[in-house]
């Protein structure tokens, strides 16, 4: 799907715990538009509490896609991710609803918003005989090859790096041009019309957010959640088991932790993964950051957010 078909979504993002899942529900009434997940550990099925998924309750009757989409010993790419949301995109503009994008995965909402650099299939017989001529010709004089047809590219890649130097030059032989201005190209930004918004907290509040909704994942039975994981059919798959509070709990069932040791650990890992967040969509110009007070409530700044969406 290409990238200006996704530019007719609407974007709500910020760092976790932020209030996104309340705004988005609250919004989506207010624009006749359907929710379609940004996040990627609410992808997966049975983690249920940990990834703080929406219930039924709190999706309030606004159609959410892309929630328990595989299972928790299964893995998905990122570009796979791109095609289901392109799927879902199609699915939702077809009863004539708007899509609006709920969550905050940054390497997702990137995607989205600019594409995938992929570059050019692989070719055997060209990869073949540079190959071949690297060995014969040496890493060095292949490396100033590709600095007289794409300087950009040569200049970061060291010269013994056969496998990235090959493949710059592969690229530049299928397409006559540089690998570096293809990816610059990738870095374009959406256009200024697309509506990409960041809730804002107040530091301290947010602070103290993500540390009390840690506490309710445990009294909801996070720790009973992982214990069923761990006793299901097939074992977690490794970035399942990475997702934070679960790597936490894991390692306490194990003896290697504390349960009062394990709830700091999520929370101050919580607190940087949301630090990291905002570092993120600071770095995309696409998204408008939109402060909210701490005690201003989802209805009130959905209401804003929809008169700025217009």
Known sequence: M??????RAIYLTGPTASGKTAVGVALARRLGAEVVAMDSTTIYRRMDIGTAKPTMAERGGIPHHLIDVIEPWESASVADYREWAGAAVREVEARGRRVLFVGGTPLYLKALLRGLFE?????VEVR??????????????LHARLAAVDPAAAARLHPND????????????LTG???SALQVEH????PATVPVFALEPPRAALVERID??????FARGLVGEVRALQTAERPLS??????????EVIEMLAGQATLEDTIAQIQARTRRFAKRQATWFRGLEEVKPLPIASDEDAEAIAERLAVRIG
Do not use: C, K
């Not at 290409?2 to 530019?7: E, K, L, P, T, W």
């Not at 870095?187 to 959406?190: G, N, V």
């Not at 970035?239 to 790597?247: E, F, H, K, T």
């Open 162 to 173: 056969r496998r990235r130097v090959v493949r710059a030059l592969e690229v530049f032989e």
């Open 128 to 141: 073949g005989r540079l190959e071949g001529e690297a060995e014969t010709e040496g890493d060095a004089a």
């Open 119 to 123: 570059g050019p299939g692989s070719d």
């Open 238 to 247: 490794s970035v399942a088991a990475q997702a934070i509070g679960y790597r």
């Open 2 to 7: 290409i990238s200006g078909d996704f530019h």
């Open 177 to 179: 041009r540089p690998l």
């Open 187 to 190: 870095e374009r930004p959406a």
């Open 212 to 217: 009390r909704r840690v506490l309710e994942f």
